[in-house]
């Protein structure tokens, strides 16, 4: 019937999925597949908290979407269940002030918010520790995506004040496990990160360590997520198709829309073609979640970029103040934010005549990020 909405699809109860909750944004995967040696360094790190010591603190270090959130809400599920450590895991891309990880610290301690307003953060500091004292309790504190900290160059007093809490209020003891993606592109310490100098820094971040105490071997435990493994039992199309970012956010996105091709076509199974269609769309989902963090001013500097690809980072900036009235600083921390979160690359190329000078490219095509950027 060519007027039967419901031809070439399949009825409401049918499905090609066993389970489509598997495909939610916040689903834990029940099995954590290829990160049992990462599981394992978290877990030898927390150790000594499950029997009311301060752990060893912990980076968690690895490309986007590879599992590290995930390994960090397991471990935190299962010392949750079996133990009495608290446990906080603050997202650094909402929570982006040292006051507002201590908010959520707060609430994750007390379960309730702290009053917005009139409370230094002192006071609030203080209220944390001395609620651990007195229940003699161990907090494990994770700082997930951190690199958001760095941004707001907030990085290096939310880590010294967790770090040396026990300074502060004796017998504190809270142990950190900090996220972040592979190149901590800092500059010296935990500082803000240097736009203008970007050697990556590799190994542990040198400021984990308390100042002043080069003596003694940093309390830290590395777990690194490598990319691009692969997926047993998926297709090897979806799997080659993943490795190409390494997020597998793209593969989880690239699985469900691939379904509900079939779904479309009355299919009760996957095909390649639906998965090669789906993979259009799938293989923006990384863009989408970097897009997710960024302010207005940065907005407007990628949709300048967007108009001016491939430009010289000089011009770029004569487009970018003309419109916005922004100075040459901001400007640079910006770029520097956009290149870290992959969306740009920043690289320094040899113009003839004029030295060293930086030319800014798009990682995807404009229209790609300016449709994004619009839908957002
Ligand atoms: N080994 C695995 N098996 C099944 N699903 C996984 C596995 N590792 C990660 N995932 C899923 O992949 C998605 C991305 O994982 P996760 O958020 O933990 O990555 P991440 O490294 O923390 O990313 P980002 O650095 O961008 O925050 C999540 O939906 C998660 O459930």
New binding site residues.
């Given amino acids: 019937m060519a007027d039967d909405p419901e031809e070439g699809m399949l009825s409401w109860d049918e499905s090609v999925f066993r389970n489509e909750h598997v495909f939610e944004?916040d689903?834990?995967?029940e099995?954590?597949?290829?990160?049992e040696s990462e599981m394992r360094s978290l877990k030898y790190a927390l150790r000594p908290a499950a029997r009311g010591s301060r752990p060893l603190n912990v980076i968690a270090r690895?490309?986007?979407?590879?599992?590290?959130?995930?390994?960090v809400q397991k471990v935190f599920g299962e010392l949750g269940a079996q133990t009495d450590v608290r446990t906080v895991r603050v997202n650094c891309q909402v929570d982006s002030t040292r006051y507002s990880v201590f908010s959520r610290i707060f609430e994750g301690i007390f379960e309730y918010e702290p009053p917005s307003s009139g409370i230094s953060f002192k006071k609030l500091f203080r209220q944390i520790t001395e609620k651990l004292v007195e229940e003699d309790e161990v907090l494990v504190v994770a700082l997930?995506?951190v690199n958001y900290l760095f941004y707001e160059g907030e990085a290096s007093d939310t880590l010294y004040s967790l770090l040396r809490a026990h300074e502060a209020h004796s017998g504190a003891k809270i142990g950190v496990i900090v996220?972040l993606?592979p190149e901590p592109r800092c500059h010296r310490g935990l500082g803000r990160p240097r736009p203008e100098r970007l050697p990556p820094r590799r190994g542990v971040l040198p400021g984990v360590r308390p100042r002043g105490n080069r003596r003694h071997p940093p309390r830290t435990c590395r777990a690194r997520?490598p990319r691009g493994r692969r997926l047993d039992r998926s297709p090897d199309e979806v799997a080659e198709l993943t490795a190409e970012s390494g997020?597998?956010?793209v593969g989880?996105d690239l699985l469900r829309r691939a379904g509900l091709n079939a779904e479309m076509r009355a299919s009760r199974t996957v095909s390649l073609q639906d998965v090669e269609e789906a993979y259009e769309k799938s293989k923006y989902v990384h863009l989408s979640?970097s897009l997710q963090a960024l302010s207005d001013s940065e907005i407007e500097l990628l949709e300048v970029i967007a108009q001016h690809d491939g430009e010289r980072a000089g011009d770029v900036y004569d487009a970018f103040h003309d419109q916005t009235g922004l100075g040459y600083t901001r400007y640079s921390e910006i770029i520097n934010k956009l290149d870290q979160l992959d969306i740009i690359d920043a690289t320094y190329t040899n113009v003839e005549g004029r030295g060293r000078s930086r030319q800014l490219s798009l990682r995807y095509e404009p229209d790609a990020v300016l449709n994004r950027l619009e839908g957002s």
């Fill in positions: 944004i689903y834990v995967p099995t954590f597949a290829h990160r690895g490309p986007p979407g590879t599992g590290k959130t995930t390994a997930d995506d996220v993606g997520f997020d597998l956010r989880i979640h």
